[in-house]
Structures are given as C-alpha cells and as structure tokens.
C-alpha cells in the first residue's frame, strides 16, 4: 500500500505565501506524476499543478506565475509553494500521485490521494 501525507495547510493572509509538502510512503512505489488539486467549498475538485518525475509541470490558467510546483523523487515528495494568495485560494488541497507500485508478489499501477489539508485565505 501507498500513502499520501500532506501537511502545511493553514491560515493565511491575502498576498502572503505558503508551501505545502506531501510524502508518499509505504510500498516502494514508482510514481509518474505528482500533484495537487483543490476543492473549495460548493465546487468541485479541480487541477492545481502536476509534475512528472522527469520535471515535467502543468499548472492552472489561475495559479500560473503565482504557484510553483515541485519535487524530491528520493523522498518521493512534492511541494507546493504559493505566494500572492488571494480568498479565491481557499481550498482543501488534496495530493495526488499515480505510477507504479512494486511489492513482493505482485507490481501494480496505481492513482492515489492524500486526505486533503485546507488552506485558508482571510484577513
């Protein structure tokens, strides 16, 4: 089994920054992409930014220029670091990653998601 730990969610101030970290752990697990989505409340989850294990990024029209995406594949981790934030941010951020999973009877692939960790934008 794979895990997604995210953690850094918070309240923040309109125009201040934040970083969000998410560690997949658990089953020696091959991931592809890594990523965060949102969803604010009465919405439905949406794409934030993706990252392919060779660094490979896709972002969002709204958090272009804003957001920054990266990640450590030896730690199997992904970050988020967000400056500019306006109320329009407020979300639950849920981790996301997909690849391949190699256990010792079996390799699978396998889409997995963190529980979600909320961020808060408001004076």
């Known amino acids: 089994q794979v895990q997604l730990v995210e953690s850094g969610g918070g309240l923040v101030q309109p125009g201040g920054s934040h970083r969000l970290s998410c560690a997949a752990s658990?089953?020696?697990?091959?991931?592809?992409?890594m990523g965060w989505y949102r969803q604010a409340p009465g919405k439905e989850r949406e794409l934030v930014a993706l990252i392919t294990k060779r660094g490979g990024t896709n972002y969002a029209d709204s958090v272009k220029g804003r957001f920054t995406i990266s990640r450590d594949n030896a730690k199997n981790t992904v970050y988020l670091q967000m400056n500019s934030l306006n109320p329009q941010d407020t979300a639950v951020y849920y981790c996301?990653?997909?690849?391949?999973?190699?256990?010792?009877?079996?390799?699978?692939?396998?889409?997995?998601w963190g529980k979600g960790t909320l961020v808060t934008v408001f004076p």
């Open positions: 996301y990653a997909d690849g391949v999973v190699h256990e010792v009877t079996r390799t699978y692939g396998l889409t997995t």
């Open positions: 658990g089953s020696i697990f091959d991931n592809n992409k």
